[in-house]
């Protein structure tokens, strides 16, 4: 009933060109109210927008704040093989787009794990926060000890790539295999000549984000170029926060977080990982935090996946690297079919 229902509302779904910043010029004002009645607005934590299956919280605290983690606990739809898969997603993606993902997973005997962590998607976007991928290993390291679980596999997407390292760098008795597909931060931007950003400036920045914006970026960078229309669902999940009553809260959190991810490497850390480790790559990604600052000629450089993912490959101890020619940033929505096919066979290894 609920991937019935998750189904209809991803061909319900419409993308629309809607101004989502509080700003106070006219033609922002203009395009506010010409947001048309059928595109969603959702709050700060989603409210709204419904997940495939059951959400769960996890209640804790850090940095004397009382905060939860919204997750996802699924079990095997098939004979259980007594290994559990944790689904750490990017920046722009929350746990309900691993649907397909933790379909194909459960369905050959894997436990999922799909957390939304603090400052995303249906977790608590507290105003005051240190972000660091240090801090939400810890606290997925939280989540994964209330729920008694043992070694785990680490699967990161995207900026949950940038954190599945770090957690396996921090807890390396908990990860049984590293899984990373599309990560962004094989290379530091900052010292390839992307200029920082302040916060306010990100901030600034994401109070302009509309549907259209989304999609022509996601478009760009997560499809090669294409686009296909069950690709909507993921565009109005996050426009539709950005037109709801918490939209401050929500660009806030993403500026907090771009932050975060421009100033932690974890680059120069890919020699020190123990655990077998499968790099899942689609080489037209070209993703690279805060390009559109760069001079054009380091602009030019940047979010080479083609040439990133083999000099990564080379430095981690024990790695096996697939990729494929023609696709993006996000693989396993693109050609979900060749993803978990070469996904299952790398976990079986």
Same mark, same amino acid.
Not at 13 to 21: E, I, N, P, Q, R
Not at 71 to 91: E, I, M
Not at 265 to 271: A, D, G, M, S
Not at 314 to 324: A, D, G, N
């Given at each position: @009933?609920?991937?019935?229902?998750?189904?209809?509302?991803?061909?319900?779904?419409?993308?629309?060109?809607?101004?989502?910043?509080?700003?106070?010029?006219?033609?922002?004002?203009?395009?506010?109210?010409?947001?048309?009645?059928? &595109?969603?607005?959702?709050?700060?934590?989603?409210?709204?927008?419904?997940?495939?299956? $059951?959400?769960?919280?996890?209640?804790?605290?850090?940095?004397?704040?009382?905060?939860?983690?919204? !997750?996802?606990?699924?079990?095997?739809?098939? =004979?259980?093989?007594?290994?559990?898969?944790?689904?750490?997603?990017? =920046?722009?993606?929350?746990?309900?787009?691993?649907?397909?993902?933790?379909?194909?997973?459960?369905?050959?005997?894997?436990?999922?794990?799909? *957390?939304?962590?603090?400052?995303?998607?249906?977790?608590? =976007? *507290?105003?005051? !926060?240190?972000?660091?991928?240090?801090?939400?290993?810890?606290?997925?390291?939280?989540?994964?000890?209330?729920?008694?679980?043992?070694?785990?596999?680490?699967?990161?997407?995207? @900026?949950?790539?940038?954190?599945?390292?770090?957690? &396996?760098?921090?807890?390396?008795?908990?990860?049984?295999?590293?899984?990373?597909?599309?990560?962004?931060?094989?290379?530091?931007?900052?010292?390839?000549?992307? $200029?920082?950003?302040?916060?306010?400036?990100?901030?600034?920045?994401?109070?302009?984000?509309?549907?259209?914006?989304?999609?022509?970026?996601?478009?760009?960078?997560?499809?090669?170029?294409?686009?296909?229309?069950? !690709?909507?669902?993921?565009?109005?999940?996050?426009?539709?926060?950005?037109?709801?009553?918490?939209?401050?809260?929500?660009?806030?959190?993403?500026?907090?977080?771009?932050?975060?991810?421009?100033?932690?490497?974890?680059?120069?850390?890919?020699?020190?990982?123990? @655990?077998?480790?499968?790099?899942?790559?689609?080489?037209?990604?070209?993703?690279?935090?805060?390009?559109?600052?760069?001079?054009?000629?380091?602009?030019?450089?940047?979010?080479?996946?083609?040439?990133? &993912?083999?000099?990564?490959?080379?430095?981690?101890?024990?790695?096996?690297?697939?990729?494929?020619?023609?696709?993006?940033?996000?693989?396993?929505?693109?050609?979900?079919?060749?993803?978990?096919?070469?996904?299952?066979?790398?976990?079986?290894?």
């Amino acid at each position: @009933m609920k991937t019935a229902r998750f189904a209809l509302l991803v061909r319900s779904v419409l993308v629309a060109a809607v101004s989502l910043g509080p700003l106070l010029q006219p033609a922002v004002l203009q395009a506010q109210a010409a947001v048309p009645p059928q &595109a969603p607005r959702y709050g700060a934590e989603l409210e709204g927008f419904e997940y495939p299956h $059951p959400v769960q919280q996890f209640r804790f605290e850090s940095q004397q704040q009382e905060l939860h983690m919204a !997750y996802l606990d699924l079990a095997p739809s098939a =004979k259980a093989n007594g290994h559990v898969v944790v689904l750490l997603h990017g =920046k722009n993606f929350c746990a309900a787009s691993w649907v397909a993902t933790t379909g194909a997973l459960r369905g050959a005997g894997y436990r999922v794990l799909a *957390p939304d962590q603090v400052g995303f998607c249906k977790s608590s =976007k *507290p105003r005051g !926060y240190q972000y660091s991928f240090q801090q939400l290993a810890e606290n997925t390291e939280r989540l994964l000890a209330s729920l008694k679980l043992g070694k785990v596999i680490l699967l990161g997407h995207s @900026m949950g790539g940038m954190l599945a390292t770090r957690y &396996a760098l921090t807890y390396p008795d908990r990860v049984e295999q590293l899984v990373l597909v599309n990560p962004i931060g094989l290379e530091d931007w900052k010292a390839k000549g992307v $200029p920082y950003q302040s916060v306010d400036s990100w901030y600034k920045s994401e109070l302009l984000t509309t549907a259209e914006r989304i999609q022509s970026y996601q478009r760009a960078t997560y499809y090669a170029g294409s686009w296909k229309p069950e !690709y909507d669902v993921w565009v109005q999940m996050l426009a539709g926060m950005y037109r709801g009553p918490g939209k401050e809260l929500v660009a806030w959190s993403s500026a907090l977080t771009y932050d975060m991810i421009y100033t932690q490497p974890v680059v120069y850390e890919l020699e020190q990982l123990r @655990m077998p480790v499968l790099l899942l790559i689609g080489k037209k990604d070209n993703t690279a935090i805060g390009k559109n600052l760069a001079p054009e000629a380091v602009r030019k450089t940047l979010g080479n996946y083609a040439q990133l &993912a083999p000099e990564a490959a080379k430095r981690i101890p024990h790695c096996t690297l697939v990729s494929w020619d023609e696709l993006g940033h996000a693989p396993q929505l693109q050609d979900p079919a060749r993803f978990h096919q070469a996904l299952l066979q790398g976990l079986a290894r």
